[in-house]
């Protein structure tokens, strides 16, 4: 069974992915640490994350540097969001996440593209959003609990401005798949979102 996660930055989906690979005995491939990775590597190398050169050599970044820390940051975010655009960059990840999500047995990936790109053929689409406010506070409140001083206004900004981008760009643009099954989570806990999940993959079984 190939389930499919994609929704917008912060919206819960890498959350609810996780848990469905543990509760459905799968693995796992969260898509947005590649394109983490890849932003990563150019600033690394000193290049421009809007350049198509600099950041399509910056695909061939190490395996090790998927362990690093500072890929779960928000300026890395803002660097794969911009590396993403990239046609080039898409191809060149394009391979290593379709190769897992074909596993015999099956997988759970979550991104932005999953359902519509990478594995069109799922068996559960889920799209995982939020209003824009809920998902800036949720993050607020996660980055104070790690002890970080950030306005709220300003990571508001930078989700909206992180939808836009990723919304439209010409090239897999977030979108829910036709098939996708909407998931808000606004007026939802963690426990109620994570359930929600499970009883959609189960109707899909
Ligand atoms: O899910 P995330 O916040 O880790 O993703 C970081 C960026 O990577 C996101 O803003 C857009 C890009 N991305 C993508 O274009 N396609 C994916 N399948 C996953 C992430």
Known sequence: MIIAVDGPTASGKGTIAAALAEHFGLPFLDTGLLYRAVGRQVFLDGGDPDDAGDAL???????????????????????????????????????????????????????????????PDADVKLFVTAS???????????????????????????????????????????KPADDAIILDTTDMTREQALAAAIVAVEAKR
């Open 132 to 174: 824009a406010h809920a998902r800036a506070e949720r993050r607020w409140k996660e980055m104070r609990g790690r002890g970080l001083a950030v306005a709220l206004e300003d990571i508001e900004a930078d989700i909206l401005r992180r939808d836009e981008r990723d919304s439209n760009r010409a090239d897999a643009p977030l």
């Open 57 to 119: 050599a910056a695909t061939s970044f190490p395996d090790a540097l998927l362990s690093d820390p500072h890929l779960r940051s928000e300026d890395t975010g803002g660097l794969a969001s911009r590396v993403s655009v990239h046609t080039s960059v898409r191809k060149a990840l394009f391979e290593r996440q379709r190769a897992f999500a074909t596993r015999p047995g099956g997988a759970v990936l979550d991104g932005r593209d999953i359902g519509t790109v990478i594995a």
